[in-house]
């Protein structure tokens, strides 16, 4: 399994402002991956951070709103900017790690979230 | 039509009970599927992963029915603690994107 540290845990911020969130990992991994849950619904991935390259965006999600850095293969981090109401979710990184039960499924393994909340 | 779709709940059932969540898929070339369990303000956690043969861990059983394009999770003699939303994820062949469904809530009562 994984431990993710994830942090803040919440924070509340002004309409305007930007938001850095941190994800760190105890294992190196390829692929870290951001989502968004909103109250009542499923999860939305924005983007997938790849070590050494640019983050690949989800459509509805662009790189202005929502910039990622992955500077090394445990850490990253996402930037909501310019946050408005509607920002107002939960944050959540995420990383896959072969399951460990001899099946060739990958297992996504999920940091506690960031709850953010916009006034 | 969502690719992963679950009846939203929420399901009351009695401790002891035995219920049963459905969830459906419409992509035929989906390849990986779980159930996620997420407590409430919590991050998901991986229940069980669902394989061709179905498996069972506990009182928890999986079915997969490739034909039909479903996943199914059984919980048998319900605790209170198996109170949660649970989602079900699917993974589709050839990309790296698992999918998830907006999660059935069960709500096991004294």
């Known amino acids: 399994s994984a431990v993710i540290s994830q942090k803040p845990s919440r924070d509340i911020c002004q309409r305007g402002t930007s938001l850095t969130i941190q994800c760190q990992v105890d294992?190196?991994?390829?692929?870290m991956f951001w989502y968004r849950q909103q109250p009542g619904q499923s999860l939305t991935l924005i983007a997938t951070?790849?070590?050494?390259?640019?983050?690949?965006?989800e459509s509805g999600f662009v790189i202005d709103k929502f910039p990622i850095s992955r500077p090394n293969l445990t850490f990253s981090t996402l930037t909501v900017s310019n946050m408005s109401p509607e920002d107002s979710s939960i944050y959540l990184c995420?990383?896959?790690?072969?399951?460990?039960?001899?099946?060739?499924?990958?297992?996504?393994?999920f940091g506690a979230g960031t709850r953010l909340s916009v006034l | 039509r969502k690719e992963v779709e679950q009846d939203p709940g929420p399901f009351n059932v009695p401790e002891g009970a035995t219920v049963a969540f459905n969830c459906t898929y419409s992509?035929?070339?989906?390849?990986?599927f779980f159930w996620y369990r997420q407590d409430c303000r919590k991050e998901p956690k991986l229940l069980m992963s669902?394989?061709?043969s179905g498996n069972e861990d506990g009182r928890f059983t999986a079915q997969l029915n490739r034909a039909s394009q479903y996943i199914s999770l059984l919980i048998r003699d319900s605790k209170l603690s198996d109170s949660a939303t649970y989602l079900c994820?699917?993974?589709?062949?050839?990309?790296?994107?698992?999918?998830f469904g907006t999660g059935t809530r069960l709500k096991v009562l004294a």
């Open positions: 294992s190196q991994v390829t692929m």
């Open positions: 994820v699917v993974n589709r062949r050839g990309t790296y994107k698992y999918i």
């Open positions: 992509n035929s070339a989906s390849q990986s």
């Open positions: 669902v394989y061709s």
């Open positions: 995420s990383v896959r790690l072969p399951g460990t039960s001899g099946g060739a499924q990958n297992i996504q393994y």
């Open positions: 951070a790849n070590q050494g390259s640019e983050a690949t965006y």
